[in-house]
């Protein structure tokens, strides 16, 4: 049974960071593409960001560009998403999601449907 953990959510100042994390546990943590969602009140879940299975491909939605980097630490089955310069509208749960189908090891997606397991999801808050 795979298993996704995200952390580190909260509530935050506006121009704040926050780092985020996911512990994916039960399976092969270094052959899967990893992604980063969001989910705000009202609103569909969107695609943050997303990072390849050898880690060296990564993609950012244009509205997280330049502030969120992800990383991922094979060795600890773990991927990252810092967020710099927080805005209130960055408010949201915060979900990761593995990739299990092999597209290549440069590969990663931007479309929900390519996930196949999803963690429970981390609240972020910031303040204005």
């Known amino acids: 049974q795979v298993q996704l953990v995200e952390s580190g959510g909260g509530l935050v100042q506006a121009g704040g960071p926050l780092r985020l994390s996911c512990v994916v546990s039960?399976?092969?943590?270094?052959?899967?593409?990893m992604g980063w969602f969001r989910q705000a009140p009202g609103k569909e879940r969107e695609f943050v960001g997303a990072v390849s299975r050898s880690g060296t491909n990564i993609g950012y939605a244009d509205s997280v560009k330049g502030r969120f980097t992800i990383s991922r630490d094979n060795a600890k089955n773990t991927v990252y998403l810092q967020m710099n310069t927080l805005k209130p509208e960055d408010t949201a749960v915060y979900y990761c999601a593995a990739d299990f189908t092999f597209h290549g090891s440069f590969y990663y997606s931007s479309k929900r449907a390519e996930y196949d397991f999803w963690g429970q999801g981390t609240q972020v808050t910031v303040s204005s």
């Open positions: 039960g399976g092969t943590f270094s052959t899967y593409a």
